[in-house]
């Protein structure tokens, strides 16, 4: 079994492990401003939540969601 989303994970991790979460990704794109996959590849979900004032909770909770339908 893949393991859960966290916080502390970069996106490529998380990208790379489940790539399903991809479009998760990229439908905060427009709220961020940014295409996040092409930006903050390398940053942690929360460094990316605090940066660009993205509701840390809610995309914990659509990427795990997202993960857990492979």
């Known amino acids: 079994m893949k393991q ?8 490529l991790d998380i990208v790379s492990a489940h ?4 479009e998760t990704f990229h439908r905060y794109d427009e709220q961020a ?4 996959c ?5 940053d942690t979900v929360e460094a990316v939540a605090s ?3 993205l509701d840390l909770g809610a995309l914990m909770v659509d990427l795990n969601q997202a993960a857990s339908q492979a």
Do not use: H, N, P
């Open 4 to 11: 859960a989303i966290r916080s502390d994970m970069t996106l």
């Open 19 to 22: 790539e399903q979460t991809i």
């Open 33 to 36: 401003g940014v295409c996040l």
């Open 38 to 42: 092409c930006t903050a590849l390398f």
């Open 51 to 53: 940066a660009y004032q």
